[in-house]
């Protein structure tokens, strides 16, 4: 008897030792049911610990759950089976992976905190499937709750090949009680772990972005598509609901995603952004939601997602288009039910988020091409936003240019230099097929150029024939030599519409403009204007 009983302080001192050792909760489970399972007459260890209801369609035990909201869940199992050898009890499916509050002995613990002992010689009202237990040689049942600090983390349920006395129910309370503990530590040591990970995670996003949103924080503009803009995210940014932003490449998208951010109620928490376009197929799923460590190749250690890292804020999903079609039924999930799994992680989270995605493409043409989920176009489609291209609003080409003087002087420490209105003139003629992207890398280089002078814009002149070139009205004005070299651009451009593109010939452009072919093709090359054929010679563009 003392052997007996030095062998289980032994095996209870060396269980001690390890548990507060292990700091992530399921190895520590594994731990426990393990060790414990290997003592003497005990046949099976199992941990349930209380969580969200996930199987209420097909639970086995449905019919006695009132709630169906909390229940317990099946999360570590260990044993061995004397009537089948070699069969193990490690599953955590089956009848009893789930057991409602109040419901069966598990339930019962885990409503009252009360621990059970049964001996079958006594009672076997407690047991399911009589035959099992005679056939394993089940004497005794214990189920204790895992309480620490009042609060029930769980049930360990011990099934022994003996009956259960005083002290052996003793002895499973002290391990239960060091259990619950050492779980409460290792929950504790996750919710840090994954704290640091999502504020690294934040971190690592928002560096790269933090330059850029304080440069150009604000929309700039006064014509009318961007008085619209703004009125619509005055309505929208202090609601919940999801927006959708189309447009072409480099007409702000971004800028208008982050001043609905700005304006919202969840303007302190992160904005992160999602560029659909640049994440391979293959990693689209972790980098939405997260991998567990082993999940794939390359996956060394638990990451979150982007998810995870906009808790509480902003998601900016960027090129929504680009999104693979199997992925974006997750995404509609995470839109309904706010909830997600890792890769590789059967752990359920909640996320509260709010999307605002953007895209250069016709979502609607891509849902009849079958390339976009329909479902998912119209939950993200609650808000509409257009955002205009340039060329719909030159009239902010001057304030623009003086926003991006102002930031990118500053930000490459040269001193603001002079814009002159005939520069800016040069501009307005230009129709931006980049937006205001091309436009800010335009003002950029010429602000590069220039070494401090006057800023002077190379604008590409490869302008349409076939269209009216816009002409100007000196007046009684002093032009000065880009406005003489503008005039002269103009009237070639005037005399080649004029004769349908001919340069050569009696009636060329040559001729009407009293000048030998080979100085006008020499100003041609020298003003950028080109000739393109189409259906016919000198037909032109």
């Known amino acids: 008897m003392e052997s007996s009983v030095s062998k289980g302080v032994e095996a209870l001192a060396d269980l001690l030792l390890k548990l507060p050792l292990e700091h992530r909760c399921h190895r520590l489970l594994d731990l426990a049911v393990q060790e414990i399972s290997a003592w003497d007459d005990v046949a099976l ?54 057991f409602p509050l109040g419901v069966r002995k598990v339930g019962h613990v885990a409503q009252t905190g009360q621990s059970v002992t049964v001996n079958l010689s006594e009672d076997r009202s407690w047991v399911v499937d009589p035959k099992w237990a005679i056939d394993e040689g089940i004497r005794g049942i214990n189920a204790q709750p895992l309480l620490f600090r009042g609060k029930i983390l769980g049930v360990l349920g011990i099934f022994v090949r003996r009956e259960i006395d005083r002290d052996l129910a003793r002895f499973q309370r002290m391990v239960a009680d060091h259990l619950a503990m050492a779980i409460a530590n290792a929950e504790a040591f996750e919710e840090i772990r994954e704290l640091q990970d999502r504020l690294e995670l934040e971190n690592e996003y928002l560096r790269t972005e933090v330059e850029e949103s304080r440069s150009f924080g604000e929309i700039v503009g006064r014509s ?24 072409e490449s480099g007409t702000g998208k971004e800028l208008i995603a982050r001043e609905i951010h700005r304006r919202s109620l969840r303007k302190d928490m992160p904005m992160i952004r999602v560029n659909c376009a640049g994440i391979p197929a293959s990693l689209f799923e972790s980098e939405l939601f997260g991998h567990a460590k082993g999940a794939f190749t390359g996956a060394l250690r638990d990451r979150p997602g982007r998810f995870e890292a906009a808790a509480g804020g902003t998601l900016f999903l960027d090129e929504i288009g680009e999104m693979p079609i199997d992925l974006q039924a997750k995404l509609l999930r995470v839109l309904q039910e706010g909830q997600y799994e890792r890769v590789g992680e059967d752990r359920t989270r909640n996320v509260d988020v709010r999307i605002v995605a953007a895209t250069n493409r016709d979502l609607k043409e891509e849902v009849r091409e079958n390339r976009f989920r329909e479902d998912l176009f119209y939950r993200l489609n609650v808000f509409p936003i257009e955002a205009p291209p340039l060329r719909d609003r030159k009239e902010d080409i001057s304030a623009l240019v003086a926003h991006f003087v102002e930031h990118l002087a500053k930000r490459h420490g040269m001193k603001t230099p002079v814009v002159s209105k005939s520069q800016i003139q040069v501009l307005c003629r230009y129709d931006w097929p980049g937006n205001v992207r091309e436009l800010q890398n335009q003002v950029e280089r010429s602000l590069i150029t220039s070494r401090g002078r006057n800023l002077k814009f190379e604008i590409p002149r490869a302008e349409s024939l076939s269209q009216e070139p816009q002409s100007q009205s000196f007046g009684d004005e002093i032009l000065s030599e880009e406005q003489m070299v503008e005039f002269q651009r103009v009237n070639i451009l005037k005399a080649l519409r004029k004769t349908e593109g001919r340069v050569y010939g009696e009636d060329g452009a040559a001729a009407l403009l009293n000048l030998k072919p080979s100085t006008l093709a020499s100003r041609m090359k020298k003003l950028r204007i080109e000739l393109r054929t189409r259906n016919r010679p000198w037909d032109v563009d």
């Open 224 to 247: 009318g598509p961007v008085q619209q803009i703004v009125t619509k995210v005055e309505l929208v940014a202090e609601t919940g609901a999801s927006v959708l932003i189309t447009g």
């Open 45 to 98: 260890v199992r941990i349930w610990q209380l969580r969200e209801g996930d199987i209420c369609d097909r639970c086995s035990l449905s019919l006695e759950c009132s709630q169906k909201v909390k229940c317990m869940h099946l999360v570590a199992s260990c044993g061995r089976s004397l009537a089948n050898s070699g069969e193990v009890w490690n599953r955590l499916d089956g009848r009893f992976a789930r």
